[in-house]
């Protein structure tokens, strides 16, 4: 939960991105939790089809790449990951503000497959500049990665967004821009011409969009997907979309199908980190690694129950599978999963 970063729109308490107030997790805690982690996706894995057996393993924060023990973290997990490399593919992904130095990046470069770096206007000249050097330094290496511009309500920083994609362009580095999620207090909300850029970004009028002060809520109007995917609505596949709606109160969703969320520095485990819910029909974690048993039981039960949507709007999870009324629920979840009696 550390972080190099202060940006004005990460979240506050049950979403907080970054609490430098907490301690870095022990190395010893981290590795078990690599150790569970793998045994939990395991089980949902032997439930779907041969041809989506893939698992991604996403480092997180905070900025977890400034955790002392980030290098040793990284450099076991292909060999923890070895009993399953015959049932299901990893890749090994960071989430990272590429805030770091050459030398740190330089000795983790190998044992990460993508990177997600995003790029926050709150930075100061220093660390753009920063910034711009690592993407170029991943990309020498050829190494893949995806740098999420997070586009910023603020007149000036919304044009510092602006500027970056153009630099990305230039220099042929994949991109997502993002627009902000705001469950917090501070409202990021966007005006006008701002809303105008969207509608290009998602090819999609947003004339529906929520309106606050003259401004677009776009966080309470609907959402795009975090890795850029593309969506199907009502099941229409011929028709996908970047932008949907993010309100299901009451329906049912996959979430845990797809998602594992630990938030390491306190043992809580979630099905996913926006999410949160739980099979109790609340917010909260279905466990916590002080008792991985407990969890893994949970997770082989064919019977438990399915998540229920009990928030006002979806953030992270909108992509997962889900329907109104549980007989669709059930048809949609045939295309990603095998009958139990099947599994092998």
């Not at 939990?40 to 894995?45: A, G, K, L, T």
């Not at 000036?156 to 153009?166: G, K, N, S």
């Not at 469950?183 to 970004?201: I, T």
């Not at 002060?213 to 966080?219: E, Q, R, T």
Request: hydrophobic content about 35%; charged content about 25%; aromatic content about 10%.
């Amino acid at each position: 939960m550390k972080c190099n970063l202060d940006c004005t729109y990460c979240g506050t308490g049950l979403y907080a991105g970054h609490d430098n107030s907490t301690r870095h997790p022990p190395l010893a805690e981290c590795l078990k939790t690599i150790d569970f982690m793998f045994e939990y996706v395991d089980i949902y894995m032997r439930t779907k089809p041969q041809g989506i057996r893939y698992v991604i393993l996403n480092i997180y924060g905070g900025e977890a790449l400034h955790h002392p023990s980030i290098v040793e973290i990284l450099s076991v997990l292909r060999k923890r990951y070895q009993p399953y490399q015959d049932r299901w593919h990893l890749t090994i992904t960071t989430t990272t503000n590429a805030i770091i130095s050459p030398d740190r990046l330089d000795r983790i470069m190998s044992f990460i497959d993508e990177f997600t770096v995003s790029y926050h206007t709150d930075n100061t000249i220093d660390q753009k500049q920063q910034f711009r050097n690592n993407l170029l330094k991943i990309k020498a290496t050829g190494t893949r990665q995806k740098c999420v511009v997070l586009m910023h309500s603020e007149p000036d920083r919304f044009a510092d967004a602006q500027e970056m994609i153009a630099w990305l362009n230039q220099n042929e580095i994949k991109y997502l821009a993002r627009q902000l999620d705001h469950p917090m207090e501070v409202d990021f909300n966007y005006n006008q011409q701002q809303v105008v850029w969207f509608e290009g970004l998602y090819k999609k009028s947003l004339k529906h969009a929520v309106m606050r002060n003259d401004k677009a809520d776009l966080s309470d109007t609907g959402r795009a997907c975090c890795g850029g995917r593309s969506l199907c609505a009502d099941q229409n596949r011929k028709n996908p979309q970047k932008f949907v709606s993010n309100k299901f109160p009451g329906w049912h969703c996959s979430v845990d199908h797809f998602f594992l969320y630990i938030k390491q520095v306190n043992g809580e485990v979630y099905v996913n980190k926006d999410c949160k819910m739980n099979y109790n029909g609340t917010v909260g974690p279905i466990g916590n690694l002080l008792n991985v048993d407990a969890i893994l039981t949970q997770a082989r039960d064919p019977s438990r129950p399915v998540i229920r949507c009990a928030k006002k709007g979806c953030l992270c999870g909108v992509c997962a599978p889900k329907a109104e009324d549980l007989d669709t629920y059930k048809t949609i979840m045939r295309k990603y999963e095998i009958p139990t009696d099947n599994l092998l």
